[in-house]
């Protein structure tokens, strides 16, 4: 197991402005293949930070920078210690880093859907052309989903710094999860802030959230879907199915996804 992770480590996808930002031992990095669920995430940590006051685009950047949307220059003069967001596949200087995993089927729909909202694709792109290009790490500068996963898993496997969680199992165990992760990026958090936390950064109020501060992209296509874990059933062509799984399926049978 250890052997397969480790091997998708050894990937380099183009050279990313993230990965010539300037780094400090305190930094923590919440990092995940894009798509996988970390908005809302970052809207809960955000939240967490703030004592539980809810959460917009403008104040979760705030709270959290996207190591993408702001100049060295800006991120080097945060207060330490840093709370950052990076979608960087295995990155060794990063000191701590929280990583999210999301089942690669729904990643694949998700991800169609918003390269369709940026216009990076067009309309009339299937979503079974998209998975052929999504397969071999051809949609962005990411690389594959496996490489992606399986590199910080495998390396970082035992590191008391990385902390993974399954998308799925937040879902699930929202509550208890949502406390352990303040721990791991040493968060002040009691029960109140918790729930607080989870109730604003619910699907409606994140919608509500995406109305009135960001603009990006076609407005009719929205940013914040359903947040679900199995929509992938009724979306992606069973051929298109079949050959995701046959690639991705040794990574996905390690972190349960069947």
Not at 106 to 119: F, H, M, R, T
Not at 169 to 184: G, R, V, Y
Not at 219 to 245: A, H, M, Q, Y
Request: glycine share 6%.
């Amino acid at each position: 197991m250890k052997k397969l992770l480790i091997e998708k480590a050894f990937y380099s996808p183009p050279i990313s402005k993230g990965r010539f930002i300037s780094i400090f031992p305190d930094d923590t990095f919440i990092v995940s293949y894009p798509k996988s669920g970390n908005t809302w995430l970052l809207f809960m940590l955000g939240s967490l930070l703030n004592r539980g006051e809810p959460m917009d685009f403008k104040r979760v950047q705030e709270a959290i920078p996207d190591v993408y949307m702001f100049l060295n220059s800006t991120l080097k003069k945060r207060q330490r210690p840093r709370i950052l967001k990076s979608h960087e596949y295995l990155h060794p200087q990063y000191p701590k880093v929280l990583y999210l995993v999301r089942d690669p089927r729904e990643v694949a729909v998700s991800y169609y859907y918003y390269q369709i909202k940026l216009g990076k694709i067009s309309e009339e792109k299937d979503l079974s052309s998209f998975i052929d290009d999504f397969i071999v790490g051809a949609v962005d500068r990411y690389g594959p989903w496996d490489r992606h996963v399986g590199g910080w898993a495998g390396a970082m496997k035992g590191d008391p710094n990385f902390h993974l969680v399954k998308y799925e199992d937040l879902k699930k165990n929202t509550e208890s999860l949502l406390q352990e992760i303040a721990d791991f990026l040493n968060i002040p958090r009691d029960k109140d802030l918790i729930e607080r936390a989870i109730s604003g950064s619910s699907m409606s109020a994140m919608k509500q959230a995406e109305r009135e501060t960001l603009n990006v992209g076609k407005r009719e296509i929205p940013f914040v879907r359903e947040g679900k874990t199995s929509s992938w059933e009724n979306e992606i062509p069973k051929e298109s199915l079949d050959k995701l799984c046959q690639k991705f399926g040794p990574v996905m049978g390690l972190f349960g996804y069947s």
